[in-house]
């Protein structure tokens, strides 16, 4: 249901994209985000952004990761400058959507790589 891509390598300091596309089945959608998983560590919210644009971000990221959508085209963007090695992990996108007939519900991306090197 969702398409992520954009993750790769970076080095601390420059800057990437991730984009998430959610497919044609997905009709309806509320809160689209990121969430990151580094190795040994629990799965934590990068940040979030409503259907009305409002958004909220980890401490960690803010003033450095801009999240963003479109609605037409149901695809959310995590704009990431001057990451860091800490930054690494791999991202997964979120939607709270409904789908065609279907009641709402949680939907999660397959995850990309993101690796900065220092």
């Known amino acids: 249901q969702l398409q992520a891509s954009g993750g790769g390598l970076v080095q601390a300091g420059g800057s990437l994209r991730l984009s998430c596309a959610a497919s044609?089945?997905?009709?309806?959608?509320?809160?689209m985000g990121w969430y990151r998983q580094a190795p040994g560590k629990q799965r934590e919210s990068v940040a979030i952004?409503?259907?009305?644009?409002?958004?909220d971000y980890a401490e960690s990221v803010k003033g450095r990761f801009t999240i963003s959508r479109d609605n037409a085209k149901k695809t959310v963007y995590l704009q990431m400058n001057s990451p860091k090695p800490d930054d690494t992990a791999v991202y997964y996108c979120?939607?709270?959507?409904?789908?065609?007939?279907?009641?709402?519900?949680?939907?999660w991306g397959h995850g990309t790589q993101v690796t900065v090197s220092s």
């Open positions: 979120y939607v709270r959507a409904r789908a065609y007939g279907l009641a709402w519900s949680d939907y």
């Open positions: 044609g089945r997905i009709s309806s959608i509320d809160v």
């Open positions: 952004i409503t259907s009305v644009g409002s958004t």
